[in-house]
């Protein structure tokens, strides 16, 4: 198989797992809005049901489908009994009183018995379980300001207004539309909600969600099992912790934290962009723990290199007492890094810019001369003048190729000036350590070198807090951007 079919089966494969990606965050979206429906039900039931926004007194109507007829069920939300039977009553009267009038005994029966629930309905407040009792107070306080009746109660003006003298007084139709415009819809919003074994109120929308919970879940054992395959050393809880976010999807509980797990896969899925959240997130973090974490991480540098002092590790370096050291591959990477850029700096380095050294030496030997009383007399001479610059010239090129040959001979390999010179240095350390510890300045170096850490903690970290942080994640992103142009 060619690179090319590679690269395009590696293609192929990235966008076939992005669109798998895709579908699954936009099935997690999908079950994150009717968790948020779900649980934003019940406080705009009144929405759904009449489908009116007031907004500083103007009322909007939306067209609605019939929601509460569906979704009810899901939440066990029943008409309550009492306020649906008070509702058709007042629908049949309305009916009666257009088959027989006002003045009819049927009617009056009808009043009679609209005028007892009323009473009943105060007493009994059968918007209580559905936590609206506030409405059965705007409920009251609208029929008091109606029939202007505001300094009695409300059982008073429920029965006076459900009088044959009272409607027929103020026209039955212009009452019942009031009713019907003011009072119906309060009652309507009324409901009945059974309340299950554990003191709660019946909820069935676990019905909606087990699919989700299905589908979730075989994908998070999947993608779990599939990871702890792919990776080593990666066990199949490993993970599973690796997919934490992912088990919000599944618990029963708390469901509004499924924000998390669907704001990640929006993200995975290129459907949304959190890289400037989260930069500004992490910038804000850095900047509020950056001081404090600077300065104990300082704090706690000097304060290690004190102890260590105190300790006497400068008395066991010296002695050669120091920690033995573990050396991986039998190489000296010192003094091999040294050779190194010695080599480099003779063999590559010099060749190129000696003409430039030479040229430095010329100007500097021939200005030297110049000050010389015999160079000074010579330049009378006819012809002296010339032959003096070439012999400089000739002069620093002999200097420089003898320094250049001297290097050149001194990197050839030597194995007894090698020794010789690790034998200078040994004899060095070791003359000056016990010249050192000899004539007892070593505690007085240790107690020099704590006191200049001690300045240094006073005197600079505690400018570290002084400086503006916001100041210096301003020059972080403006190199950043430098960086990326």
Do not use: C
């Not at 000036?417 to 010249?435: C, M, N, P, V």
């Not at 000899?438 to 170096?445: C, G």
């Amino acid at each position: 198989m060619s690179s090319l079919q590679k690269l395009t089966k590696r293609r192929s494969k990235v966008r076939q797992s992005l669109w798998f990606e895709r579908i699954m965050a936009v099935l997690a979206l999908v079950n994150l809005l009717l968790v948020l429906f779900d649980l934003t039900y019940i406080p705009l039931r009144d929405f759904w049901l009449q489908g009116k926004i007031k907004i500083r007194g103007l009322t909007l109507e939306v067209p609605l489908p019939p929601i509460t007829e569906w979704y009810d069920q899901f939440k066990s939300i029943e008409p309550y009994r009492d306020t649906q039977q008070y509702l058709e009553r007042v629908e049949d009267l309305e009916t009666q009183i257009g088959q027989t009038g006002l003045r009819s005994q049927q009617v009056e029966v009808i009043l009679a018995d609209l005028r007892r629930r009323s009473v009943d309905m105060i007493d009994a407040n059968p918007f209580q379980i559905a936590n609206k009792t506030g409405t059965l107070e705007r409920i009251k306080n609208r029929m008091r300001e109606h029939v202007q009746n505001e300094q009695d109660s409300s059982k008073a003006a429920f029965n006076q207004f459900w009088s044959q003298q009272y409607l027929a007084t103020n026209s039955p139709k212009r009452e019942l539309d009031f009713f019907n415009r003011e009072i119906r819809p309060l009652i309507e919003t009324n409901y009945y909600r059974p309340i299950g074994e554990n003191g709660e109120f019946v909820d069935r929308f676990a019905v909606i969600d087990f699919p989700f919970f299905v589908v979730f879940g075989l994908e998070f054992l999947a993608r779990t099992w599939f990871i702890s395959r792919r990776r080593t050393g990666v066990s199949w809880l490993d993970a599973m912790l690796w997919r934490w976010y992912d088990i919000f999807l599944l618990l029963p509980f708390w469901r509004w934290l499924r924000i998390i797990p669907v704001t990640i896969r929006l993200n995975q899925a290129e459907l949304i962009d959190l890289d400037r959240i989260q930069k500004q997130i992490s910038q804000g973090f850095v900047a509020s723990i950056a001081e404090d974490l600077t300065e104990v991480v300082v704090v706690r540098v000097i304060n290690q290199v004190q102890s260590s002092i105190r300790e006497g590790d400068i008395a066991n370096l010296l002695s050669k007492r120091e920690r033995p050291y573990i050396d991986l591959n039998n190489t000296d990477e010192v003094a091999a890094l040294s050779t190194l850029m010695i080599q480099l700096t003779v063999y590559q380095v010099l060749p190129k810019i000696r003409p430039d050294i030479e040229a430095l030496l010329q100007h500097n030997l021939t200005k030297i001369l110049s000050q010389l009383p015999a160079y000074q007399g010579l330049q009378n001479v006819p012809g002296m003048e010339q032959l003096q610059n070439q012999l400089a010239e000739r002069l620093v090129k002999e200097i420089s190729q003898t320094l250049y040959d001297g290097l050149n001979s001194a990197m050839e390999p030597d194995p007894v000036g090698d020794q010789l010179f690790q034998r200078l240095i040994k004899h060095l350390s070791e003359a000056l350590g016990s010249e050192i510890q000899a004539k007892h300045t070593l505690q007085q170096i240790q107690s020099l070198l704590t006191d200049l850490l001690e300045e240094v903690k006073i005197n600079y970290v505690e400018r570290l807090s002084e400086e503006d942080l916001e100041e210096v994640l301003e020059q972080t992103r403006a190199i950043r951007k430098i960086a990326h142009h």
